[in-house]
Every structure is written in structure tokens, then in C-alpha cells.
């Protein structure tokens, strides 16, 4: 078997998410599962994991509209899941996937940018944690948006 995941947050980062994360990814690849994990966290000077049956793909992005703040957001919020979407059907076209996993809702505009064949084979888990609180109480336009998808 052969799974996409999608990781906001990822090694090297030090949080709650990334470490659930690779518990998850270690605990697929214990069972013979052959994982993607997508990522734009960058690996800077650290190594990449090391475990069989593993494939981390970094996706990088760039920052090319630092100085306006609305155009940052619409950037953010428009483009950069549509980056990411088209690395994930880059790789499925090269060698399909059983499934994709997708731990956590925060970007929901990933999801919307895959085609339809791949999102009727994804997987989304939502859990209590940023997205739920900040979707309840963020009164921001970035998730008042998000919260109405």
C-alpha cells in the first residue's frame, strides 16, 4: 500500500503537530506502508529522518509578496495550495496512491485543489486543536473565510 500525507508541520519543527506527525508516519511504515509525507516546513541544516519506506517531499515556496500585506494573504491563502495540490498529483502520476491522508483541516484550499479522482480516495481527520479553537474564535478574515467552506 502507498499513501500521500499532508504535513503542515513536519521535522525538524519542535511542536505537538509535527511529533504526532511522525509518530503516525513511523507507525505507518512499521506496518510495510510506503508513505509520501508533504511538507513545506524546510529541513535547513538537520537530516531528513531516516525511516524505510519513507518519502519526505519538501515543497518550497517562495515569498515573493513580502511587503504588501493583503497581497501576502491572498498569495498565501489562493496559491500556495495550489502548489502544494500539484506536488501531490506530480508524484500520484509517477506511481498512483491508495490514499492520501490529510491530519488536520487548516488548509482546506489543499484538498479543493486536487482533482476529483484524488479527493474521493483522501482521508481528513479534524481534531480539537488550532483549527477548531481558531475557527470558533479567530474573528480574523483568513479563518472567518476558511470556517464558512
Known amino acids: 500500500m502507498r499513501i500521500a500525507v499532508w504535513c503542515p508541520d513536519f521535522h525538524p519543527s519542535v511542536s505537538g503537530y509535527s511529533f504526532a506527525f511522525q509518530d503516525l508516519v513511523r507507525g505507518l511504515c512499521s506496518e510495510g506502508v ?36 493583503f497581497l501576502r494573504v491572498l498569495w498565501n491563502m489562493l496559491w500556495k495550495p495550489r502548489d502544494m495540490a500539484k506536488s501531490i498529483v506530480s508524484k500520484h502520476i509517477q506511481r498512483p496512491y491508495d490514499a492520501i491522508l ?11 485543489s486536487l482533482p476529483r479522482s484524488l479527493r474521493a480516495i483522501s482521508v481528513v481527520r479534524v481534531h ?22
Open 102 to 112: 490529510f491530519e488536520t483541516i487548516e488548509d482546506p484550499l489543499v484538498i479543493l
Open 128 to 149: 480539537g486543536c488550532s483549527e477548531t479553537e481558531l475557527a470558533m474564535w479567530d474573528r480574523s478574515i483568513l479563518w472567518q473565510f476558511k470556517r464558512h467552506f
Open 34 to 69: 510506503e508513505v509520501d509525507v508533504f511538507t513545506v516546513v524546510e529541513l535547513g541544516a538537520c537530516t531528513e529522518l531516516s525511516v524505510p519506506g519513507l518519502n519526505v517531499v519538501r515543497v518550497r515556496q517562495s515569498e515573493a509578496l513580502r511587503h504588501v500585506k
